[in-house]
């Protein structure tokens, strides 16, 4: 869900009660399914985590299990190879911070080539570039393991009349720009889709006005385009930062849940917490200790959102 | 006149190179899909001589695509309705203001994003109810009234007049019936838009699939083709078969109902 959205919903309306004739416990019955289903499996279990973190508790039913204390924070800090987690650590902000960048600066381009009047056939090239998000992600995924196949796939013999070669998904040294490059793949149509409605709502009579005033194409885009769109990309930097923290289901289903080089924060809580993926001779599914992965994750993520609300903030007071 | 060609061509050179990159591996999949495995392993690359149905056919009975099929449309249509009922009767009463506490049940939905993923939390629940690999298990996560449908309603039910309500409850219609009868048909197009988007992210879950489902019976369609890749990791023309008849379904969707999906996506993001 959009962030930010839905309480500029709230604060712009005066939630005060009306009056109405229906009757009030028929428009309460009407909300419990969805207040009850929210409690239960949506905050409940959210603020579960922060408790399950502190316990052994195992994915199998009937395991005794126990409160453990700061064991897993200890573990997950100090016990394991501080190489892995720094790698991991380090694969997290590489991901977030590459998809974030190079996505929404493609998503601008694109968007901006796509809203040019004098472009023919922009609503097919749009179609195109959003089809991913309507594929989903194991399609994606296999799709690309197939072109991007080390063995005998097209890019490997594209790439291997210059004499190049590469593991793409397979190679350590490769495996983590394949990733992200299919992430962006994948998601950049959701982004383009929301710059281009920004695009459509600047009024034509601003560009009319800079056009009597003798404005050049670069000037247009630095002086109007640019700051009435910036709220927009705006709101796409936040979800694509936060979406790309949270999201793992490309590195599981091309590099699989093992792979160090590609291991990200929330590919490793359902590492832990779910052996998906994880190859033999997995260790049982430990989810206390992949629920102080989780809630890494979630410190990881909430001072990410921050560092940059408060940078934005801080750009606009300069400006 | 000079300049705007240039900058003419140079857009269409950079649309071009994007399709590119997003067109040829799906044609890349589908020319796979057609080869035989000979023709396959001499020269992967080159475009089928012949278009060679024997993947499809052989991937599925293989990979029991009909009954994963079943199962889909079973989850698609059962978590979508229920959601999108939750979602209505949901923004209905805080979208008027009927509740006296419906700025708090709204921040119910909203602080979600703000809290820890609680995934594990969730099936640990679930996995004590009995509920693993159930049906029941596996679509319950993916019911719910929040997210953006509730934004949306909450939205479009402010630009239905509130003297309906009026006319409709002096005339002693009750709640239930003046919602089915009246308000949802009001609210269709905002409805079609959010059930298309949900439909398609219930049809394309994979991860609760497999944490929540352990017996063949259950699987979804994606579920059918992520075993299918596992075990026949080394026939590419079978596999690339399979994942067209997978993403057919969905890419054919798409091209009828791309208005809805775009219009929904965008309403989500900027309208509010």
Redesign the interface.
């Known amino acids: 869900?959009?962030?930010g959205?839905?309480?500029?919903?709230?604060k712009g309306?005066n939630?005060?009660?009306?009056r109405?004739?229906?009757?009030k416990w028929?428009?309460?019955l009407?909300?419990i399914?969805?207040?009850f289903?929210?409690?239960?499996?949506?905050?409940?279990?959210?603020?579960?985590?922060?408790?399950?973190s502190f316990t052994d508790?195992s994915?199998v039913?009937g395991v005794p299990w126990k409160f453990i204390g700061l064991a897993n924070y200890r573990e997950l800090f100090f016990q394991q190879n501080s190489r892995d987690l720094i790698q991991v650590i380090q694969n997290t902000i590489i991901f977030c911070v590459a998809v974030t960048v190079i996505q929404n600066l493609?998503a601008i381009?694109?968007a901006l080539?796509?809203n040019?009047k004098?472009?023919r056939g922009r609503s097919f090239?749009?179609?195109?570039?959003?089809?991913?998000?309507?594929?989903?992600?194991?399609?994606t995924s296999?799709?690309?393991l197939?072109?991007l196949?080390p063995m005998?796939?097209?890019v490997a013999?594209f790439i291997g009349l210059f004499g190049l070669q590469s593991g793409f998904f397979k190679s350590n040294s490769s495996a983590l720009a394949c990733v992200i490059f299919t992430q962006i793949?994948m998601a950049m149509g959701?982004s383009m889709?929301?710059n281009?409605?920004?695009l459509q709502?600047i009024p034509n009579e601003l560009y009319e006005a800079g056009e009597i005033d003798g404005t050049s194409?670069w000037q247009k885009f630095r002086y109007i385009t640019f700051p009435l769109l910036w709220p927009?990309i705006n709101?796409n930097i936040l979800?694509a930062v936060i979406g790309s923290l949270?999201s793992f289901?490309i590195i599981l289903?091309t590099t699989g849940g093992r792979n160090m080089a590609t291991q990200t924060l929330a590919a490793r809580?359902?590492y832990y917490?779910?052996n998906?993926n994880a190859g033999s001779g997995a260790a049982a599914m430990r989810?206390g200790y992949?629920?102080a992965w989780?809630?890494f994750?979630?410190v990881f993520i909430?001072t990410a959102t921050l560092i940059y609300v408060r940078a934005m903030k801080r750009r606009e007071e300069l400006t | 006149m000079t300049k705007?060609l240039g900058?003419?061509v140079l857009?269409?050179t950079?649309?071009a190179i994007?399709?590119f990159?997003?067109?040829?591996?799906?044609f890349?999949?589908l020319n796979?899909s057609f080869k035989t495995k000979l023709e396959y392993m001499s020269d992967?690359?080159s475009i089928a001589k012949s278009i060679h149905f024997e993947n499809y056919v052989e991937a599925f009975k293989k990979a029991n695509i009909s009954a994963y099929i079943g199962n889909s449309v079973f989850y698609m249509l059962v978590c979508t309705t229920a959601s999108m009922l939750?979602?209505t009767?949901?923004a209905?009463?805080?979208s008027?203001?009927?509740?006296?506490f419906?700025?708090i049940?709204?921040?119910?939905?909203?602080?979600?994003?703000?809290?820890?993923?609680?995934?594990?939390?969730?099936?640990?629940?679930l996995?004590?109810l009995g509920l693993?690999n159930t049906r029941l298990g596996y679509m319950?996560?993916m019911?719910?009234?929040?997210?953006?449908p509730l934004?949306m309603f909450?939205?479009y039910i402010k630009g239905i007049p509130k003297e309906f309500?009026?006319a409709a409850?002096?005339d002693g219609c009750?709640?239930?019936r003046?919602?089915f009868t009246i308000l949802i048909p009001l609210m269709k197009p905002a409805l079609v838009s959010m059930f298309i988007i949900t439909a398609?992210g219930v049809?394309?879950d994979?991860?609760r699939a497999?944490?929540y489902l352990s017996s063949k019976e259950l699987y979804p369609i994606?579920r059918g083709?992520?075993v299918f890749?596992g075990q026949y990791q080394v026939d590419?023309t079978q596999?690339?078969a399979a994942?067209i008849m997978?993403?057919a379904p969905?890419?054919i969707?798409?091209?009828f109902l791309?208005r809805y999906?775009?219009d929904g996506?965008?309403a989500?993001?900027?309208?509010?």
């Not at chain 1, 959205?5 to 709230?10: A, H, K, Q």
């Not at chain 1, 289903?37 to 409940?44: E, F, K, N, P, S």
């Not at chain 2, 990159?21 to 799906?26: C, H, M, Q, V």
């Not at chain 2, 049940?105 to 640990?124: A, C, E, H, K």
């Open positions: 869900m959009p962030l959205t839905g309480i500029r919903v709230i309306d939630m005060q009660a009306s109405t004739s229906f009757k028929s428009l309460v009407g909300i399914p969805a207040v289903l929210q409690l239960t499996l949506g905050i409940g279990p959210s603020i579960a985590t922060f408790i399950l508790i994915g039913k493609i381009f694109i080539a796509l040019s004098m472009i090239y749009r179609s195109v570039v959003f089809m991913p998000s309507v594929l989903g992600v194991l399609v296999l799709v690309w197939c072109v196949n005998d796939g097209p013999k793949w959701h889709v929301i281009l409605a920004g709502s194409g927009t709101v979800l949270q289901q289903f809580v359902v917490a779910f998906i989810q992949g629920a989780a809630m994750l979630f909430l | 705007k900058a003419k857009i269409y950079f649309i994007i399709m990159i997003y067109l040829f591996p799906l890349y999949a796979t992967p690359i939750m979602a009767f949901l209905f009463p805080l008027r203001g009927y509740l006296k419906g700025s049940i709204f921040g119910l939905f909203l602080v979600s994003m703000f809290l820890p993923d609680g995934t594990i939390p969730q099936f640990q629940l996995l004590r693993y319950i996560g019911i719910g009234g929040g997210g953006t934004l909450y939205v309500d009026e409850s002096i009750g709640y239930f003046y919602m398609i049809w394309n994979i991860i497999i944490i994606t083709l992520y890749q590419m596999q690339m994942l997978v993403a969905l890419i969707a798409y091209v791309q999906i775009v996506i965008v989500g993001a900027v309208k509010a």
